[in-house]
């Protein structure tokens, strides 16, 4: 049985950092692209960034890049995802995702996700 566990996230302050983990059980992660969502209440879910098998590493737009970075360590079948001077309105819950298309369009299997909540 394939899972994705996401763990992490809590309740924090404005300016404070979190990291995410997205653990794979049931596959081996090193073959697929992993992902990261977030859906705020009442909003379309939005993607994040992802990072391929080889590393390579893409973001939604240059202000998430700036404050968050994925990394995945194949070893440990896990992904992550930093999250720096967190602001209110990266209140989501946030999920992984993986997939083997290389266009990233369909994906395989996803988490349930966990909530972050930033006050101010």
């Known amino acids: 049985q394939v899972q994705l566990v996401e763990s992490g996230g809590g309740l924090v302050q404005a300016g404070d950092s979190l990291r995410l983990s997205c653990a794979a059980s049931g596959i081996a992660l090193y073959r697929y692209t992993v992902a990261w969502f977030r859906q705020a209440p009442g909003q379309d879910r939005e993607f994040i960034a992802a990072?391929?098998?080889?590393?390579?590493?893409?973001y939604n737009d240059d202000s998430l890049r700036g404050r968050f970075a994925v990394s995945r360590d194949d070893a440990k079948n896990t992904a992550y995802l930093q999250m720096n001077n967190l602001k209110p309105e990266d209140t989501a819950v946030y999920l992984c995702?993986?997939?083997?298309?290389?266009?990233?369009?369909?994906?395989?299997?996803w988490g349930r996700g966990t909530q972050v909540t930033v006050s101010s």
């Open positions: 990072i391929n098998t080889g590393g390579n590493r893409a």
């Open positions: 995702a993986v997939t083997d298309d290389p266009d990233l369009v369909g994906y395989d299997y």
